[in-house]
């Protein structure tokens, strides 16, 4: 959504670009006419006149005599054509050296026009490139024309492609297995080397060793399982089935009792660290979060306000600490400094769903985006929803569909650098994609 967007923003700046010297064309910088000493000139001439009409009063009413009419009269006459002279005089010099600037221009244009040099002269400023630009674009509309008719289909065409590619892409998904059962809650991927992966619902554990083809199930305690997660070292797995922790040490293929779960709480959402060796972080059913330093054994409540009823949570930032959640009738949710707050993206960017199931951070995947403070993150945050497969590269600012046209219940991410990503729909089907979500189970 967001990249047809940005295409069309790109596509209507193009065409403003080059239409507005079309329609605006430039004022050449003219001489004024109008300067003190002109203005001067005029009001002099004015006043000889005024004062000849006062003496022809004058004469009428008797108030002077014939010897001094003429004298005075003489002499206005000669102020106003003096007066008059030198206007005439300063609108000739005036028109003439505008029409100087005039030829000048063409001979500067004409230069340009032929590859020789151009020529100013001293007294007029040198154009500006948007100057020369303007004149290009009036000397050559349709030229111009061209080229934007060009920009129109190709920017046109690029947002057409990639609107139909992610269309395409999301519908020719298919499946690479299916898992028995149903509330797929839970899914990991070995991020050593890929060699297992597990899912986790309403019947237990199940183990893949094929990339999600085939799924057998794991001996465990019956429940819901709520939450799968593996330690940063790659030692141990732990699993949450009905708020008791499970740990395993061979790859999920055998799970123990283990830990202990904090006094008053039900943790039902379970995530590692992946920088930090048995560091875990949990929520309880009311949205409390817990973090352990020791794979389990003992818990401690972080100062954050309660999130509500989450299903996935995911580390993005570890110092300082960064989460994000999958909150239910929410959407996404972002954690940080104690409080969380919405991350579903705002207009083009934002998700199109506020179900959302799942959510995993890759801080691997290459993305680097600069947030409106100014700060610089890394990583791409996949959000699994009833409407497929989203991420975001800026902590949830904008969302842009990747995955199948499927109602995809959990997400889980392949070792750094791997780009794979397995995603399991409500149907128990399961999509890979080995490229970061550009396509999914097509190898």
Not at 256 to 272: I, V
Not at 329 to 339: E, H, K, N, R, W
Request: proline share 5%; aromatic share 6%.
């Amino acid at each position: 959504m967001i990249i047809p967007a940005i295409l069309s923003v790109m596509t209507i700046a193009t065409i403003a670009f080059v239409l507005l010297p079309l329609m605006r064309r430039r004022s050449e910088p003219m001489l004024s006419a109008g300067d003190a000493e002109q203005e001067a000139l005029i009001e002099q001439r004015a006043a000889a006149y005024d004062a000849m009409d006062e003496l022809d009063a004058d004469r009428e009413l008797g108030k002077l005599n014939e010897e001094d009419y003429r004298t005075l009269h003489e002499r206005y006459r000669r102020q106003a054509v003096a007066a008059l002279k030198a206007t005439r005089e300063r609108e000739a010099a005036l028109t003439a050296r505008i029409e100087q600037q005039v030829r000048q221009a063409r001979l500067a244009t004409s230069a340009s026009s032929s590859g020789g040099p151009t020529i100013y002269h001293p007294s007029q400023p040198t154009p500006s490139r948007r100057d020369a630009f303007t004149r290009s674009v009036e000397r050559k509309p349709a030229v111009w024309l061209c080229a934007l008719s060009v920009l129109f289909v190709l920017f046109a065409s690029a947002t057409v492609w990639v609107w139909t590619q992610g269309s395409r892409t999301a519908a020719s998904a298919r499946p690479v297995g299916t898992i028995p059962g149903d509330n797929y809650s839970a899914l990991i991927v070995d991020s050593g080397s890929a060699a297992w992966a597990l899912s986790g619902d309403s019947t237990g554990i199940r183990r893949s060793t094929d990339g999600g083809a085939t799924w057998s199930a794991i001996p465990v305690a019956p429940g819901q399982v709520t939450g799968l997660a593996q330690d940063a070292d790659r030692e141990r797995a732990y699993a949450l089935v009905d708020g008791r922790l499970l740990r395993s040490r061979d790859g999920g293929k055998s799970w123990q009792p283990g830990g202990s779960m904090p006094r008053d709480a039900r943790l039902t959402t379970l995530t590692a660290d992946p920088e930090a060796p048995g560091r875990l972080y949990a929520l309880d059913q009311a949205g409390a979060l817990f973090s352990s330093a020791n794979g389990g054994d003992s818990w401690e409540r972080l100062q954050y306000r309660p999130a509500g009823t989450i299903q996935s949570l995911t580390v993005a930032s570890s110092e300082p600490l960064q989460l994000f959640a999958a909150a239910s009738g929410q959407g996404v949710v972002s954690g940080a400094d104690g409080s969380w707050a919405s991350a579903n993206g705002v207009v083009n960017g934002a998700l199109p769903t506020d179900v959302v199931h799942s959510v995993v951070y890759d801080r691997s995947s290459g993305a680097t985006s600069v947030l409106p403070s100014g700060e610089t993150r890394r990583g791409t945050l996949y959000a699994a929803t009833d409407s497929g497969v989203f991420r975001s590269t800026d902590y949830g600012q904008d969302w842009f569909g990747i995955g199948p046209n499927a109602d995809i219940q959990s997400i889980a991410i392949g070792p750094p650098g791997s780009r794979l990503i397995l995603a399991v729909s409500s149907s128990g089907d399961v999509y890979r994609s080995t490229d970061g979500g550009i396509n999914w189970s097509r190898e």
